[in-house]
T-cell receptor, first 112, second 116 residues
Framework: GQNIDQPTEMTATEGAIVQINCTYQ??????LFWYQQHAGEAPTFLSY????GLEEKGRFSSFLSRSKGYSYLLLKELQMKDSASYLC?????????????FGAGTRLAVHP | GAVVSQHPSRVICKSGTSVKIECRSL??????MFWYRQFPKQSLMLMAT?????????EQGVEKDKFLINHASLTLSTLTVTSAHPEDSSFYIC????????????FGDGTRLSIL
């Protein structure tokens, strides 16, 4: 089966840095996404990794190691509005098309 | 950027009613659309994959006769929850892919379904 693991909850202080880890064991890996989701809203795209290494995008960075089945999302200069769920999702290739399978999500609470 | 429109955003109806949810890609042709369900404080669970012009592929445990999916055109997929019951109350979200490449999936705003 497909398995994607992330911590359930994390807390951090405004202005700090937080790293959210994601490990996966899947077949047909074709890339990894990170999404942010506020309660009651649809997910919004943050980052995409398909090759090993670090992708930086403003305050957000994402890292991938395919050999270790591991990724992390790094959030810098945390703001209160960053309090949300962060979803790690893996693209699987199945039947000739891609499908996206989500981890359970990490609820991040940013405190003053 | 690419936009996916989902309608309605909220539905409240009586048990036994069938509910149709539409998912449209507004500025691109979506060869593949996905339907997810999300219960409170849980992650998105993929229900089915919808390819234009062919039958949907359902994930294990999802009843195809309960959740009817139609992808009649490259810009529209519909999910019909037939004879809905309170346990079907959930947040349903669609997403769309343009082509078969590894592009970010674009999500609709979701439909909150409440069955009384």
């Amino acid at each position: 089966g497909q398995n994607i693991d992330q911590p359930t909850e994390m807390t951090a202080t405004e202005g700090a840095i937080v790293q959210i880890n994601c490990t996966y064991q899947t077949s047909g890996f074709n890339g990894l996404f990170w999404y942010q989701q506020h309660a009651g809203e649809a997910p919004t795209f943050l980052s995409y990794n398909v090759l090993d290494g670090l992708e930086e995008k403003g305050r957000f960075s994402s890292f991938l190691s395919r050999s270790k089945g591991y990724s992390y999302l790094l959030l810098k200069e945390l703001q209160m509005k960053d309090s949300a769920s962060y979803l790690c999702a893996v693209i699987l290739r199945s039947g000739g098309y891609n499908k996206l399978i989500f981890g359970a999500g990490t609820r991040l609470a940013v405190h003053p | 950027g690419a936009v996916v429109s989902q309608h309605p955003s909220r539905v409240i109806c009586k048990s036994g009613t069938s509910v149709k949810i539409e998912c449209r890609s507004l500025d691109f042709q979506a060869t593949t659309m996905f339907w997810y369900r999300q219960f409170p404080k849980q992650s998105l669970m993929l229900m089915a994959t919808s390819n234009e012009g062919s039958k949907a592929t359902y994930e294990q445990g999802v009843e195809k006769d309960k959740f009817l999916i139609n992808h009649a055109s490259l810009t529209l997929s519909t999910l019909t929850v037939t004879s809905a019951h309170p346990e079907d109350s959930s947040f349903y979200i669609c997403s769309a892919l343009a082509g078969f490449s590894n592009q970010p999936q674009h999500f609709g705003d979701g439909t909150r379904l409440s069955i009384l």
